[in-house]
């Protein structure tokens, strides 16, 4: 863990030493460790999130706490949702970079990216700052998506986004294609509006081991024309939803990955190297035998865990 003495650390506050140790005996925060003679030893991400918050309340009990309830360090979602209101797209890569220096692509996009936009969602006044924190991590994932290395499977994987654009679940499906692709699979985000013929010829060129449905936005109808396009195309790949895409509601016979982006992937491949996957059917009665038919009732397929 890295650490200053405490002459660099009121410097970086901006306060004299005594007033530092003043805050450590009346406040315990920043709380200093000691060395093997005794000498304090300033965290920096504490003395981070402490200079941040001195900026934001100019007052040092309200700083301690607003320092002490981010907590989480420098690459923490609230760092990124600081960044995200100060329209501070630099200080958004920063953020970024410095998760990155600890944790995994997959982490620091499931732990510290998607929690930040969920915290940017839906506050009242603030839809600028959502819609540059969207726009932003929609660039932040591709970019990360641009240097995955070439797949190592020859598995393929198609998945038919539903989602309606700059949203958490939009993020979500961005960031499960990113973790796929990361677990060495090829694949392809598909709109689930797409015509059918379009994706005939998509699902040609990859020869899909999975279809997965995301987002979440999709209506039955929609969904049942894509089903019967998958099978008139004679694949028999199975099909999973994640994050609870399908728009039925009850049980239903067609599998979850799960619900974040590592958990996806993690199920997706354990099913192909186990082979746990059986090939799956629509029962002729779901789906119509038109080529424009759509379902009367829920479309049910069967697939084996």
């Not at 003043?22 to 981070?48: I, V």
């Not at 932040?140 to 998945?159: K, N």
């Not at 994706?199 to 894509?226: H, Q, S």
């Not at 982006?261 to 192909?272: D, G, T």
Request: with cysteine.
């Amino acid at each position: 863990m890295s650490g200053i003495r405490t002459n660099a650390a009121a410097e970086l506050l901006g306060v004299s030493p005594n007033t530092l140790r003043s805050w450590e005996r009346r406040f315990s925060y920043p709380q200093p460790r000691r060395t093997a003679g005794g000498h304090r030893q300033y965290d920096l991400t504490e003395l981070e999130a402490l200079r941040r918050a001195l900026m934001e309340t100019h007052n040092i009990s309200s700083a301690i706490e607003v320092a002490r309830q981010r907590g989480e360090g420098p690459s923490s979602p609230s760092r990124l949702l600081d960044a995200f209101d100060h329209f501070d797209e630099t200080a958004a890569d920063r953020v970024m970079e410095e998760s990155l220096a600890v944790r995994s692509v997959d982490r620091s996009v499931q732990e510290v990216l998607l929690p930040a936009i969920e915290l940017a969602e839906g506050r009242d006044g603030r839809e600028a700052e959502q819609e540059l924190a969207c726009r932003w991590a929609t660039g932040w994932i591709h970019s990360a998506r641009r240097v995955v290395p070439p797949p190592t499977r020859s598995q393929g994987v198609i998945l038919f986004d539903a989602s309606n654009g700059l949203d958490l679940e939009s993020l979500h499906v961005q960031a499960l294609e990113l973790a796929i692709r990361r677990a060495g699979f090829r694949s392809i985000l598909l709109s689930f509006d797409l015509p059918p013929e379009r994706v005939a010829r998509a699902m040609r060129a990859v020869e899909p081991t999975a279809f997965v449905f995301c987002g979440g936005e999709a209506t039955l109808e929609v969904l049942g024309r894509l089903v019967y396009t998958v099978r008139q195309v004679g694949s028999a790949a199975p099909v999973f939803e994640y994050r609870e895409a399908m728009p039925v509601t009850g049980d239903h016979s067609i599998p979850s990955l799960g619900s974040t982006p590592s958990e996806a992937a993690e199920n997706l491949k354990q099913y192909v190297d186990t082979g746990k996957i059986e090939h799956t059917k629509v029962a002729r009665d779901d789906v119509d035998e038109q080529t424009e038919a759509t379902p009367t009732k829920p479309v049910r397929l069967a697939a084996q865990r």
